[in-house]
């Protein structure tokens, strides 16, 4: 299934099918790609990060939490990344810059004290829509990370004068201090981020028109699943309105 042109509809339209896709994802998640003791939320409203957010918590999670990535208690399941290590079109790896000094480090708990360990973002046009909200995103990606939490960050929309290297350069130069050039053929892009002192980023760009790659998300610093990403943009394609499916797809439904 390719990657379609989001820009062409107005923001209410794509809500509605950025909606499906997260619950979607959630749905494959609890089915079967998630080992034991892990689950997938999706979250209407957190009063820290915001809304759009697909948590995974740890049921037996309990105690502090100081931004390194903590041992788990059931380590079954998963994909060894020693045995199978995940692929993208861009790897790096860098040493996170600190925060500065006074800034508390962000400790995100679940109301019923379940431990989150990973996130996932799947990028608005309102997260484009002006500096403020620019800048609010960024930081509340940059945030999760420092906090220990891994990341996927999915961005179906191109760069702006605001994020000229796409929504993963302006996270990775805050993370790190590096450059992360988008390529220009490639202005969407797909970033799965494993935190800890030294931050991973396997960065997928991708164009319109182009089969939407799977996405590893980090359990741990040694283990991760593979999000059906295509899969379930597909599921959630199939039940978006034909109406709307036709104007997205510029008059060419699939």
């Not at 494959?28 to 689950?39: E, I, R, S, V």
């Not at 079954?76 to 925060?99: Q, T």
């Not at 960050?153 to 760069?159: G, H, R, T």
Request: one cysteine or more; glycine letters at 10%.
């Amino acid at each position: 299934m390719p990657m379609h042109d989001w820009t062409r509809v107005e923001a209410g339209i794509y809500h509605h099918f950025h909606g499906s896709w997260l619950y979607t994802i959630a749905a494959a998640l609890n089915g079967c790609a998630l080992p034991p003791g892990y689950y997938a939320l999706a979250e209407q409203m957190m009063r820290t990060f915001g809304p759009d957010v697909l948590t995974l918590h740890n049921p037996a999670g309990n105690g502090s939490h100081n931004g390194s990535p903590r041992e788990l208690p059931n380590r079954s399941g998963g994909v060894a990344i020693a045995e199978a290590p995940p692929r993208a079109r861009v790897e790096a790896k860098e040493k996170r810059v600190p925060l500065p000094q006074g800034q508390r480090r962000l400790s995100i708990r679940h109301v019923s004290d379940h431990r989150m360990v990973a996130i996932i973002e799947l990028v608005s046009p309102g997260n484009k829509d002006g500096v403020s909200n620019f800048d609010a995103f960024v930081g509340k990606a940059c945030g999760m990370i420092h906090a220990g939490l891994h990341l996927i960050v999915i961005d179906p929309f191109p760069p702006t004068r605001r994020d000229p290297n796409g929504v993963h350069g302006a996270i990775w130069k805050e993370l790190t201090d590096k450059e992360f050039v988008q390529p220009a053929d490639r202005p969407l892009t797909i970033a799965a981020y494993c935190a800890g002192e030294e931050v991973t980023a396997l960065v997928n760009p991708l164009a319109v028109g182009e089969t939407i790659p799977d996405a590893p998300l980090f359990l741990d610093a040694e283990r991760y699943v593979q999000v059906p990403l295509e899969a379930t943009y597909q599921s959630a394609w199939e039940t978006f309105p034909a109406e709307w499916r036709n104007v997205v797809s510029g008059g060419v439904d699939g």
